[in-house]
């Protein structure tokens, strides 16, 4: 996977895909991009609330579920999939020769950080080992850290390499080599870091711009952008991080639809409306985060119960936080069809499509419960993460300073 600076213009022509960790090149008959094909985690299944208290923890918010419940939900309760379990790696290569990393793709965060040789307590994750790459510099000892509100995080040093991304690299990349991080981060089987894909002000890193951007400035890449498809649930959860520098037409129908970003940190864009059955229940603006890192659909719980209260059988608890019939698909009058107005743009989703992993034995007899994917929290905005874009294509496009979504195709 070695390559020259001197061939990334030629490379550019490729799409190049990542199977098995083995690099295959294929042509790319819609112009110069970079496609990276991400796997579907196969660790333990987390339910509702256990995902809603590491997504509340990456924004600081709390759940209107006591930490306390959360804990106990989340180390008690046994679940088997009905869908998916929505998280995805792909893998990178950083360093020549490339050292390889499984990574979350994550449009909620800035910095792209990995395990360095020096972390002691970073579980059985490849460790990166700057001894090893011929392209490793590192300017000073500066330290950085990222610290979430339920404890868990990593702190290390910053270092610069190449990123590998199939065939095609990129130098200099700054990077934050992990050091030490907290037990959950260390004991995730399949995550060895995360590569963030937000604006550069969110970074604790201190790069002042996007890797995306970067590729764009070099001429690697067409436009400073890139496509996100995760595939729907009935697919079986394969999907493939898409066309770093253009949309992939193979995976939505019709056109995409922008939605300008009101502040360019996270994709942060304005939710004006939020219908179900074709009834607003929204009463004012609230703004939304896309963000493919986080799981679940996370609502203030007025809007979460209003969507939940549509749907024959939902149901909150302090434990389990909201579930639903796993059956809705059976009933067309529970199929209940819910619209986010972002920006001037309507998306729907059909309420089948909120539904997650079957929970617990439940206390309702032989109803057949799943956990739902909407949450609610004391929040004052809205997260809408893999639940939400499962269902559509997108794009987060730094040159429009906007998100383009389409439906994705089947």
Known sequence: MKTSLS??????????????GVAAAATDQQGSNINIELAQKTGQVMNTPARLQKALAKYNLESRVSPSRLNMAASTIDLSSVHVDVEYVGTIGVGNPPQLFQMDFDTGSADIWIPHVGCAHCGKHPLFD???????????????????????????????????????????????????????LAMDPELDGIFGLAYAPLAFTGHK?????????????????????????????KGELVSFGKPNPAHYEGELKYVPVTEKKFWQVALNGLKINGQETLSKPIEAIIDTGTTLIILPSELAETIHATIPGATFSSMYGWRMPCDLKASAAGDAEVTFTLGDHDFSLRASELVRERASPSEEGDVKLCYSGIAEAKTPLIIMGDTFLRSYYSVFDFDKDAVGLAPAKP
């Open 7 to 20: 061939l990334l213009a030629g490379l550019a022509l490729m799409g190049m895909y990542l199977q098995d």
């Open 130 to 184: 700057p001894a090893d790459s011929s392209t490793f510099s590192q300017d000073t000892n500066q330290t950085w850290g990222l610290r979430y509100g339920d404890g868990s995080g990593v702190q290390g040093i910053i270092g610069r390499d190449t990123v590998h991304l199939g065939e095609l690299s990129y130098p200099d990349q700054v990077l934050g080599l992990v050091q030490g991080e907290s037990v959950d």
């Open 209 to 237: 711009k996007s890797i995306v951007q970067g590729m764009q400035d070099m001429g690697v890449i067409p436009s400073a952008s890139v496509g996100v498809y995760l595939g729907r649930a009935r697919d079986g959860g």
